[in-house]
Antibody, heavy 121, light 107 residues
Framework: QVHLVQSGAEVKNPGASVKVSCKTS????????IHWVRQAPGEGLEWMGY????????HYAQNFQGRVTMTRDTSISTAYMDLTRLTSDDTAVYYC??????????????WGQGTLVTVSS | DIQMTQSPSSLSASVGDRLTITCRAS??????LNWYQQKPGKAPEVLIY???SLQSGVPSRFSGSGSGTDFALTITRLQPEDFATYFC?????????FGQGTKVEVK
């Protein structure tokens, strides 16, 4: 069974950085892209970008360019999302999700349990 | 970026009801449309991918339709566990974008 398990909740001061991990199991880590999506309290879903674990190639949403870095460690089947220069607007639950592709269709399944990042002084 | 607009943003329904949620894309996305269900405090889960394909393990009372710019998620015979928030997502181009969500509440 495929599982994505994320690191625990974080509280950060404005201007700080946060690194969230996403440990995968139950499938070949290099066989699927890992996407990151965030959700501010009471709000909708915002796609942040993805990493291709096999190559390390990344693609980030314009809103996060220059502030986000996605990396991976294939030896432990884990992906990471690093977000810098945090502000209160970055307070959200951050999710990793496995990208699944089949005959041109692409969807996210499963998702990690989410990591709450709170930015507050 | 492709804008995804869901309607309604919320609705009240009863167990056994049939309901339809719609999602409109700001440009054609072929059939590259996914539907997710999210329960409070939980991560989203995929229900429908590629507009009309039912994810394995999802009850057959869920169905999806549409192509181009207009899509729909239909739930027949609503069950207690179906009260949740539903999101559409386009998988046609980057950045991936989601609808704002439709919250299905108990009437």
């Amino acid at each position: 069974q495929v599982h994505l398990v994320q690191s625990g909740a974080e509280v950060k001061n404005p201007g700080a950085s946060v690194k969230v991990s996403c440990k995968t199991s139950g499938y070949t880590f290099t066989g699927n892209w890992i996407h990151w999506v965030r959700q501010a309290p009471g709000e909708g879903l915002e796609w942040m970008g993805y990493i291709i674990p096999n190559s390390g190639d990344t693609h980030y949403a314009q809103n996060f360019q220059g502030r986000v870095t996605m990396t991976r460690d294939t030896s432990i089947s884990t992906a990471y999302m690093d977000l810098t220069r945090l502000t209160s607007d970055d307070t959200a639950v951050y999710y990793c999700a496995r990208g699944v592709a089949n005959s041109g269709a692409v969807w996210l399944d499963p998702w990690g349990q989410g990591t709450l990042v709170t930015v507050s002084s | 970026d492709i804008q995804m607009t869901q309607s309604p943003s919320s609705l009240s329904a009863s167990v056994g009801d049939r309901l339809t949620i719609t999602c409109r894309a700001s440009q054609s996305i072929s059939s590259r449309l996914n539907w997710y269900q999210q329960k409070p405090g939980k991560a989203p889960e995929v229900l429908i991918y590629n507009a009309a394909s039912l994810q394995s393990g999802v009850p057959s009372r869920f169905s999806g339709s549409g192509s181009g710019t207009d899509f729909a998620l239909t739930i027949t015979r609503l069950q207690p566990e179906d009260f949740a928030t539903y999101f559409c997502q386009q998988a046609y181009s980057f950045p991936r974008t989601f609808g704002q969500g439709t919250k299905v509440e108990v009437k």
